[in-house]
């Protein structure tokens, strides 16, 4: 989780892992993530994780965040961890963005629940971009691609009809 004050990354091991100049800390048993499912057509399914048990420092950490959960990205790895304990890769197997945050306290055990969207989410989203002379210069300065497009608009083609070819030569 790429929060504003730092990253928070864990891994459901029992140690620390290092991988891409992140170290992974170890939260074996104290949380978990709902099952990821395959999208389908135009569902495309969330994602659920808790945490309980927490040290004061996560606590804390859960707190002062709170307000700016909204928006920060979170990505999911699959470890492939070699013999030697080290990781070999970690693709991404889920990516997108945090939503909503609830923490609640029962006695002594405190858990912390985040639900996220994934990013394929932005791919039902309309694009405000349109094919006018604006938008192009808004991209592109200075390119004249859609210069005309307005004033072409609702015009009708016509084509040479056959016997033109014919009277011309086929030039």
Do not use: H
Request: hydrophobic residues 40%; charged residues 15%.
């Amino acid at each position: 989780m790429y929060f504003a004050s730092g990253t928070v990354a864990l891994n459901s091991m029992n140690r620390p892992l290092d991988f891409g100049g992140i170290t992974y800390r170890g939260a074996a048993g104290l949380g978990q993530i709902a099952p990821i499912e395959n999208s389908t057509g135009t569902e495309i399914k969330g994602l659920q994780l808790n945490m309980s048990g927490l040290a004061s420092e996560i606590l804390a950490l859960a707190l002062a965040d709170s307000t700016v959960v909204q928006g920060v990205r979170l990505v999911i790895r699959l470890a492939l961890i070699g013999s030697d304990g080290f990781v070999i890769d970690a693709p991404v197997d889920w990516d997108g963005y945090l939503d909503t945050m609830s923490i609640s306290a029962d006695g002594d055990i405190c858990t912390v629940s985040v639900t996220a969207e994934s990013s394929a989410v932005d791919l039902l989203r309309g694009n405000s971009m349109t094919t006018s002379n604006a938008d192009q210069q808004a991209l592109y300065p200075g390119d004249r691609a859609f210069e005309y497009i307005v004033s072409q608009s609702g015009v009708p083609v016509v084509w040479p009809t056959k016997q033109y070819y014919m009277a011309t030569g086929g030039r």
